[in-house]
């Protein structure tokens, strides 16, 4: 699976827009963009994911560049309950084999 | 909305000790999964299993470690003879055929003593 690059930390103001960049500029073409997020201590959970095309859902949008070789979560209005830390993991799907690998991630604090 | 479930939510046991970690994963999902992570380091994936046998483990996951289906509805995690290194977060998660979202659990955080 390709490598990741994310920013260590980030803040953001509660009700604006909290944008998280990362790069996986080694992804090959059947690799997917997750996204999941660790509020302290707890298990991850689970909040998008793409090939190319940008996704939105209820929690947040993925803008994936036209190479892939970038992407950026985003939370539209952030909340204090959007502090947590998020990662981005490159994988491919394979069935039966779907472990995923978390880096460092980026710690996002929302500030009121 | 269903859930992973795990307990204990915390367990503390003494070095050398058996300790048996318990999951419930969501009741229709096949794929079963143990994580861990070390205080203040990233998570770290352990073993995942599928139709009743292991598919894929990590070198963390030596002899030391076995899991276990035993019923319809629980997963477990077993650690035969605990080292002061193996206290951590234990996160178990679950997935659904043809789905690609983990669900996990809120973890068992083990102290070795």
């Known amino acids: 699976d390709a490598k990741t690059t994310q920013p260590p930390s980030m803040d953001c103001a509660e009700g604006r827009a909290a944008n998280l960049p990362c790069n996986h500029s080694?992804?090959?073409?059947?690799?997917?963009v997750y996204w999941y997020r660790q509020i302290h201590s707890q298990g991850p959970q689970y909040i998008i994911h793409?090939?190319?095309n940008n996704e939105t859902n209820e929690m947040a949008s993925l803008i994936i560049t036209e190479d892939r070789k970038s992407s950026t979560l985003i939370l539209p209005h952030a909340t204090l309950r959007d502090t947590a830390v998020y990662y981005c993991?490159?994988?491919?799907?394979?069935?039966?084999?779907?472990?995923?690998?978390f880096g460092q991630g980026t710690r996002l604090t929302i500030n009121p | 909305e269903p859930e992973v479930t795990q307990t204990p939510s915390h367990q503390v046991t003494q070095m050398g000790q058996e300790v048996i970690l318990r999951c419930v994963p969501i009741?229709?999902?096949?794929?079963f999964y143990w994580y861990r992570q070390i205080l203040g380091q990233k998570v770290e994936f352990l073993v995942s299993?599928?139709?009743?046998?292991?598919?894929?483990k990590s070198e963390i996951f030596d002899d030391q470690f076995s899991v276990e289906r035993p019923d319809g509805s629980n997963f477990t995690l077993k650690i035969r003879s605990t080292k002061l290194e193996d206290s951590a977060m234990y996160f178990c998660?679950?997935?659904?055929?043809?789905?690609?979202?983990?669900?996990f659990g809120p973890g068992t955080r083990l102290t070795v003593l």
């Open positions: 993991i490159v994988r491919t799907v394979i069935q039966g084999a779907q472990k995923l690998v």
């Open positions: 080694t992804i090959s073409g059947n690799e997917y």
């Open positions: 793409g090939l190319k």
């Open positions: 009741s229709n999902h096949l794929y």
């Open positions: 299993f599928y139709n009743n046998e292991i598919s894929e």
């Open positions: 998660a679950s997935l659904a055929e043809n789905y690609n979202e983990q669900f």
